[in-house]
């Protein structure tokens, strides 16, 4: 029997709206036949993956499909207050806005280890999704946008998904992933052919553990903040010239040492800035995005002047392979 984690040879890349069409189809019975009269609770982050599963799962079953954002403290700045008006507002689903941001970044401190990072991150998720599903009752299945890429990497052993297991089991949720079998540029092409719009199709992925592996090492609360803000900068910078859905993924990472410098005249002991922006389709093959000298500068200049505790800028010139995406 085909195994329902591994992509049939036989199955298209999916590269245009048609394709797109028939996958939806396929899946909406899918999801159908898997539910039936049941409700799903899906975790919405507001990204492509998650977006795109929650708009599959409604096209199948409306609004027994309930969604619950999770402030985790490591999402981007002004996330949150858009997810809430998009899903909120805009699309009017069955929406729930958790604030766990405390709850979260207690259970990282001086917790150092990625994967153990990762571990935490997933468990207090699954912990915040089983408190909504019992407030809700009868809940049976959680819906998640696990796309093909998390799949393959977690089976090599490269890194703990957060998606994938622990939930607890008195709860018996049962999992629907309507595009773990995707590549992500497929992904984006189902997202449009559902009618997404542009903006949130063409967004950039964000990791589930969000910047937390771009805070390396034992999150803190000002480093945290100088991730957020340094990279609201190179967001807001890289839209200006143009290159918003250009580059594939841009962000920065905060390292967990201090380097020397000077400012004022006065000798200061602080955090490098490392940005990263590259470019694939796959997120498996990976190439650096030439950048502007220019603009590089400029986003350099507002770093160092706006972003506290931070006295150096980096640029990650590393493809992938050797180096992964994210530092962790
Ligand atoms: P790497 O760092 O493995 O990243 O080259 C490949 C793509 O996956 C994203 N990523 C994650 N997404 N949970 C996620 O949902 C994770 O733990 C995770 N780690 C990496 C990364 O941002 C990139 O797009």
Redesign the pocket.
């Known amino acids: 029997m085909q195994d329902p984690n591994v992509r049939p040879e036989s199955m298209k890349r999916i590269t245009t709206e048609e394709l797109a069409r028939a996958f939806i189809e396929e899946q909406v019975a899918s999801i159908r036949a898997q539910v039936g009269k049941g409700k799903v609770l899906l975790a919405l982050s507001g990204g492509v993956d998650s977006s795109v599963c929650a708009a599959l799962i409604s096209k199948a079953i409306g609004s027994r499909l309930c969604c619950v954002h999770v402030n985790h403290g490591l999402l981007r700045k002004g996330e949150p207050e858009q997810v809430c008006r998009v899903f909120g507002e805009q699309f009017d689903v069955n929406l729930i806005y958790v604030d766990a941001v405390d709850r979260f970044l207690d259970a990282l401190a001086g917790v150092s280890d990625p994967e153990r990072k ?1 571990k935490i991150i997933g468990g207090i998720f699954i912990e915040v999704f089983a408190e909504e599903a019992r407030k809700l009752k009868g809940i049976k299945f959680l819906g998640q946008g696990t796309i093909y ?2 799949i393959l ?1 977690s089976k090599d052993g ?2 703990a ?3 994938v297991g622990g939930l607890p089991e008195e709860l018996n949720f049962e999992l629907v992933e309507p595009v773990k079998l995707l590549y992500k540029d497929e992904v984006r092409v189902v997202g449009r052919a559902l009618g997404l719009p542009e903006g949130m199709v063409e967004r950039q ?5 969000g910047l937390g ?1 771009r805070c390396v090492g034992a999150i803190t609360r000002d480093r945290l903040e100088a991730v957020r803000e340094s990279d609201a900068i190179l967001r807001e910078e890289f839209a200006a010239a143009g290159l918003q859905g250009k580059v594939w ?1 841009y962000f920065t990472i905060v390292p967990d040492f201090k380097s020397t410098g000077i400012k004022d005249g006065k000798r200061t002991f602080d955090w490098p800035v490392v940005i990263r922006a590259i470019n694939t389709t796959d ?1 498996i093959k ?1 190439t650096i995005e030439e950048i502007p000298y220019e603009l590089l500068y400029k986003i350099r200049d507002r770093i160092l002047a706006e972003v506290k505790g931070v006295n150096r800028v980096l640029y990650d010139l590393t493809p ?1 392979p050797v180096g ?3 530092w962790e």
């Open positions: 990762r890429p998390d990497e490269i890194k998904h957060h998606n992925p964000f990791p589930g553990p592996v993924q997120a990976v992938k992964t995406i994210e």
